[in-house]
């Protein structure tokens, strides 16, 4: 069996609540001299370096606020890659494959994992380059599939529910003010007129009380 | 293969229509019922299922693509390819079917829907209708449906405001429906702050605002059968999702409950139905894979073919059963008349919050002026207009966030981008409607000669693109979008493109329609108005497959209606004297 990585996140910021969501990890979390060693299930740690450089070009820390990294989202794309989604288990895959109009979508053989691959390969040295230059590679792929995948992923792993492995914190949800999955908004839906009406946000573990498993984790 | 021993009757598809059927018949009847459901029960999964990324972006609830999908073609000369990932309609799997992941919104069809080849022809004469349009009647009537979609709407609990009770014109409801035998079993539903607005402003231009008509109770309710539900709390998890307090309409908590106190009832769930089988001219039993995969064969003396749109038709084509369509002569009826709906939405922009997480599938505001056949004088080509609406559906952090206003930023990535969708967040909404979609003669399904599912048998082809008459709709609809966000104080923000071509990547509505469509002859559907098989009285082929063309308006309401007019044809006609009804 490979040997597992492992990719080192600054904790500040996420320390505590990253710890949180790798709850159920049989790895334990190794928290010292200010950041966090977290076992990867897909990526090489090269690999995560890469995409995480990527994603906090897509979704930077700024004076608007947090970005992808401190949310933890380079962790949720992991996952989903390791997961199911990763390699299709969703996605009518027969063949043959054919080029097609663009009205039929995505028609490419290739599964999430492939495509992030070829993707990360294609940036090289993107993690050690300065962020114009890493803003001037990216822009010049924009329109790929694998950019696209990846600007798609870094939102999800922003603002999905924790328990997928980003928003860590729920620094998502703070950010746009959304107070999660709460059970019911029965008395404030007709009274909370043009106003924001805002929570300390929960998780969907928070408001069931009891833990709760993406997809990804489930056995299939 | 297992040969299992004859019951009375076996439904392929475990859904609103097949368990409206089921519990009809294990009601009415001391007839044995088993129900076919490929997928397996949800309802535990609820509770702790309000999980965006999961049922709404992985599509939880719908069937695995993987396993099966239809392949799609813009016309009889271009090819198609296989439809790989959801888009433009998610059929749902497990017990409830898409009845589970519903919006819950509850419209009626408009008397005239179901004679509306002749319809049409009086109000426009027949050289104004686009060539190869195929539209046609219905075999029954509205006056006929009347007291069925008044017990559909019991069953579920439906909140509204009548707008024509018995002929008389209310205001505050839809004045342009057709007439009411009774008003809404519940009153509708709270408004959010948006469509309040949106209420105001149409009020303001001279329509006529009502509110959605929604299955997602209002207050807490009791039906006839003696289920009763909780009022929805507006929690925002409703579309593509169940509904986890049992407030939303659905199978599992409105039919089932009434059929698992049946003993001549038995649902069995993982069964992948396959084939009908049948012998001269005669429906003998469904062949399908079991849980542990399989094969099995159930004997029935009634086959009910009851599963979503799509693998209704296949089914059928898969076990030759009827003549295929040929658009090329117009003969044979399999397959024929397939349509979607008119999907057109317009984004808009305000300066206020509009808190979109909260809400209920079917809260909203609509105005009917250029809806069926109202308001479309000035607008030279179209036929039949769409609903017009404004909803408080309930919007997750990730599908919410991003949209701006164009030209805000130079990308949709990056700091600058990332600083506009902060600030415009929840400040934004559609105006949304959905139009009659017309069918024609060369839109039609018939199986791939290239692709298969799991199995291997072959997918089945949808043939279709919008043409000129949609495109007509679309910008008639867009037009008064337009007005109104102007109205409304709001700023818009970029056309919609939707009805260039019909595209499968992105989201019309699981409103698929026809295949297996119902009417007056034999040489023009597979089923007679009681949704029975003209060729083989004792198969029952049942749900939106049997509708000729589709109104606007969301579809199960009607397809309750006419299963429960289709139910008491098989229970009261058929089990007295079997054969054919017509």
Not at chain 1, 71 to 86: E, F
Request: with cysteine; charged share 20%.
């Amino acid at each position: 069996m490979k040997r597992r990585e492992f990719m080192t996140l600054p904790a500040s910021g996420l320390g505590g609540v990253l710890l949180y969501t790798l709850a159920g990890e049989p790895f334990r979390v190794q928290a010292q001299e200010g950041t966090v060693r977290v076992p990867l299930r897909f990526f090489t740690a090269a690999e995560a370096r890469v995409v995480t450089a990527a994603c906090e070009r897509i979704f930077p820390k700024d004076e608007s606020g947090p970005g992808a990294t401190e949310a933890g989202v380079v962790i949720y794309i992991d996952r989903q890659l390791a997961g199911p989604y990763g390699r299709d288990k969703y996605r009518y895959t027969q063949a043959p494959f054919v080029e097609s109009v663009p009205e039929h979508g995505f028609q490419g053989k290739e599964n999430p994992r492939e495509i992030y691959r070829a993707g990360i390969k294609q940036l090289g040295d993107f993690a050690d380059l300065k962020p114009d230059e890493q803003d001037q590679r990216l822009r010049a792929i924009e329109t790929s599939r694998f950019f696209r995948m990846l600007r798609q992923h870094t939102l999800e792993g922003m603002f999905s529910d924790p328990m997928h492995g980003g928003n860590a914190g729920l620094i998502g949800w703070q950010l746009i003010g959304y107070p999660g999955p709460l059970m019911s908004f029965r008395d404030q839906i007709d009274k909370v007129h043009g106003q924001p009406w805002t929570r300390k946000p929960v998780s969907l573990a928070q408001v069931t009380g009891r833990p709760v498993k993406g997809w990804e984790d489930e056995k299939d | 293969m297992r040969q299992l021993k004859p019951v009375n009757v076996v439904i392929a598809g475990g859904g609103w229509v097949g368990l409206t059927m089921a519990k009809e018949i294990a009601s009415r009847t001391s007839l044995s019922v088993v129900v076919l459901e490929r997928g397996h029960s949800w309802k535990e999964q609820y509770a702790t299922g309000m999980d965006e990324l999961d049922f709404a972006f992985r599509y939880r609830m719908m069937q695995n693509i993987a396993e099966e999908t239809s392949t799609h073609r813009h016309s009889l000369k271009s090819s198609a390819a296989p439809i790989r990932q959801y888009g433009s309609f998610n059929p749902g799997t497990g017990v409830g079917g898409a009845g589970e992941h519903w919006a819950a919104i509850s419209y009626r069809y408009p008397p005239e829907q179901f004679t509306l080849a002749a319809f049409l022809q009086n109000r426009f004469g027949k050289a104004r209708l686009p060539e190869g349009l195929a539209v046609q009647d219905w075999g029954v009537t509205y006056d006929q449906l009347e007291p069925y979609y008044w017990s559909a709407e019991q069953l579920m609990g439906v909140g509204g405001k009548a707008g024509n009770l018995n002929g008389k014109k209310i205001d505050g409801g839809n004045v342009f429906e057709g007439p009411r035998s009774h008003e809404y079993p519940l009153p509708p539903h709270k408004q959010t702050y948006l469509t309040t607005e949106f209420e105001k402003a149409v009020r303001g231009l001279g329509y006529h605002p009502y509110p959605i008509p929604a299955a997602t109770l209002s207050r807490t309710y009791t039906n006839p059968d003696g289920v009763t539900r909780p009022a929805c709390a507006y929690c925002g998890y409703c579309t593509r999702f169940g509904c986890m307090i049992g407030a939303k309409a659905q199978p599992s908590n409105t039919l089932l409950p009434v059929l698992q106190k049946k003993k001549n009832f038995e649902l069995r769930t993982g069964c992948w139905v396959r084939r009908v089988i049948h012998r001269d001219g005669k429906a003998e039993a469904l062949s399908y894979i079991d849980a542990v995969g399989q094969e099995t064969v159930q004997p029935a003396d009634i086959v009910i073919v009851a599963s979503w749109t799509l693998n209704n038709s296949r089914l059928l084509y898969l076990s030759k059963i009827g003549e295929p369509y040929d658009p090329a002569t117009g003969k044979g009826t399999l397959g024929r008349n397939l349509t979607h709906q008119v999907g057109v939405q317009t984004r808009m922009f305000t300066d206020k919050t509009l808190n979109g997480f909260m809400g209920a599938g079917a809260l909203g505001m609509g105005i009917g002026d250029y809806d069926w056949n109202q308001g479309i004088e000035a607008f030279p080509g179209v036929l039949r207009g769409g609903n017009i609406r404004a909803m408080g559906s309930g919007e997750g952090p990730i599908s919410s966030f991003g949209a701006i206003p164009q030209g805000t930023a130079k990308s949709d990535w990056g700091s600058q981008w990332k600083k506009a969708a902060l600030a415009w967040h929840d400040k934004t909404t559609n105006i949304v409607s959905e139009a009659d979609h017309l069918s024609y003669r060369d839109h039609y399904l018939d199986l791939d000669p290239t692709y298969a599912d799991k199995f291997g048998d072959p997918l089945q082809r949808m043939t279709l693109d919008w043409t000129d008459h949609e495109r007509a709709q679309g910008a008639m609809l867009a037009q008064i979008h337009n007005q109104i966000a102007k109205a409304m104080d709001m700023r818009t923000g970029g056309a919609t493109r939707w009805l260039d071509k019909y595209t499968v990547t992105n989201y019309q509505s699981t409103h698929v329609n026809g295949g297996a469509i119902m009417g007056t002859s034999p040489d023009t559907s597979v089923v007679n108005p009681w949704m029975q098989h003209w060729q083989m009285p004792n198969l029952w082929v049942m749900g939106a497959s049997a509708f000729p063309q589709n109104s606007s308006g969301n579809p199960t309401l009607t397809i309750l209606a006419v299963t429960l007019r289709g139910a008491d044809g098989l229970i009261d006609k058929y089990l007295k004297r079997p054969g054919a009804l017509l």
